[in-house]
């Protein structure tokens, strides 16, 4: 039962931060390259990018609960420890799935939209760019924060389980 619990816990890491990777690296970037640019105009593979986004945070959101679920499992069949900053790490990551996916991507959508809607001034057209420029900017920071922290958390499911003696105490 514990190789099993932790083959879950590994396993929903790697592809939890294998996603965030795989979409930082390669699928991000495509949408607004050059290739990109002569099948969908700018404006289009933008909404794209926005739908594969919400699918990735989808993905995000049910990694972190199977995630979280994870730890509790191995607290209740193993008795290994909860550790506040595992605890706190992967909540904090639920969190921010959930605030990208019902918060932020709803007001960058809102921001492209005024951005290329021909009834928008020029005014509103520089506002949408500008909120939209500081908003992807910071999206793009959390997200290498995400990595960092996946890959952390990652590292963390792979050191092998500590021995744990007679009274409780670890044998190491």
Sequence with gaps: MHSLIRFVGILNAAVWFGSVVFFTIAAGPAFFSAEMATVLPRPHAGRVAEIIISRLATVQIWCAVIALLHLLAEHLFSGKRVERLTLGGLAGLLVVNLAVKFWLLPTMHRLQIIRYAESSTPEQKAA????????HGLSSAGNLVVIVCLA???????????????????LR
Excluded: E, H
């Design 128 to 135: 949408a760019i500008s909120q939209f420029g500081l908003w």
């Design 152 to 170: 952390y958390y990652l590292w963390v499911l792979m050191r092998p389980p500590v021995p744990v003696g007679r009274f409780g105490g670890t």
